[in-house]
């Protein structure tokens, strides 16, 4: 950050700590543990691809990386805000693994230089009932926060969110602001099973 931009109030934005992804799978057994929450498998990367071939070779490249051994499936779709996500899923079910696979993507889309369009990662847990929580992690603020739909039409269970962050306090890097917790609806992986 530079003089001028320290008097104008400007700060240097929070760099994604991506590493903090590897702390997931030790969160995954207080989850498990105390709220019966286990891993879906599945981990989404959420971003806005810029136009061009030099973003479509690489979408390509990451693709053919995670599919290199008979990886887990890579599944490219779009939601209804324009967004595109990249969808990884092993089966067993193996958080390790599909986290590698994110910090993977995350990693390549950072070092080819489109580190700004990325938005998030997306983690679905699953409870006996096949109800869906998911853990967010947001690449702009280098944290977590958890994100829990309930029984209805897009209307969130704010007392799970709160009990999912008060369990995961310590373990994981949370997100304070709580008018950053948005919901990801339609997002891969969040549909109840």
Not at 25 to 49: E, N
Not at 134 to 153: I, S
């Given at each position: 950050?530079?003089?001028?931009?320290?008097?104008?109030?400007?700060k240097?934005?929070?760099?994604?700590?991506?590493?903090?992804?590897?702390?997931?799978?030790?969160a995954?057994?207080?989850?498990?543990?105390?709220?019966?929450?286990?891993?879906?498998?599945?981990?989404?990367?959420?971003?806005?691809?810029?136009?061009?071939?030099?973003?479509?070779?690489?979408?390509?490249?990451?693709?053919?990386?995670?599919?290199?051994?008979?990886?887990?499936?890579?599944?490219?779709?779009?939601?209804?805000?324009?967004?595109?996500?990249?969808?990884?899923?092993?089966?067993?079910?193996?958080?390790?693994?599909?986290?590698?696979?994110?910090?993977?993507?995350?990693?390549?889309?950072?070092?080819?230089?489109?580190?700004?369009?990325?938005?998030?990662?997306?983690?679905?847990?699953?409870?006996?009932?096949?109800?869906?929580s998911?853990?967010?992690?947001?690449?702009?603020?280098?944290?977590?926060?958890?994100f829990?739909?309930?029984?209805?039409?897009?209307?969130?269970?704010?007392?799970?969110?709160?009990?999912?962050?008060?369990?995961?306090t310590?373990?994981?890097?949370?997100?304070?602001?709580?008018?950053?917790?948005?919901?990801?609806?339609?997002?891969?992986?969040?549909?109840?099973?």
């Amino acid at each position: 950050m530079g003089f001028l931009d320290a008097i104008r109030g400007r700060k240097d934005p929070v760099r994604p700590n991506l590493d903090a992804l590897f702390a997931l799978p030790s969160a995954a057994i207080t989850m498990q543990v105390d709220l019966g929450l286990t891993s879906t498998g599945i981990g989404g990367v959420c971003f806005r691809a810029p136009e061009g071939k030099a973003f479509s070779d690489l979408e390509a490249e990451i693709r053919e990386l995670l599919d290199a051994d008979g990886g887990p499936q890579v599944v490219a779709s779009a939601d209804e805000y324009g967004f595109d996500w990249l969808t990884v899923k092993s089966d067993p079910p193996d958080l390790s693994a599909v986290v590698t696979d994110a910090h993977a993507v995350n990693s390549s889309l950072v070092q080819a230089g489109f580190g700004p369009q990325l938005l998030c990662s997306l983690f679905p847990f699953a409870d006996q009932d096949g109800r869906v929580s998911g853990l967010v992690y947001l690449y702009k603020r280098g944290t977590f926060y958890p994100f829990v739909p309930a029984q209805g039409d897009k209307v969130r269970d704010n007392v799970a969110e709160l009990k999912l962050r008060d369990k995961l306090t310590g373990e994981l890097p949370l997100e304070t602001d709580v008018s950053r917790w948005f919901a990801l609806w339609d997002a891969p992986g969040m549909v109840t099973l």
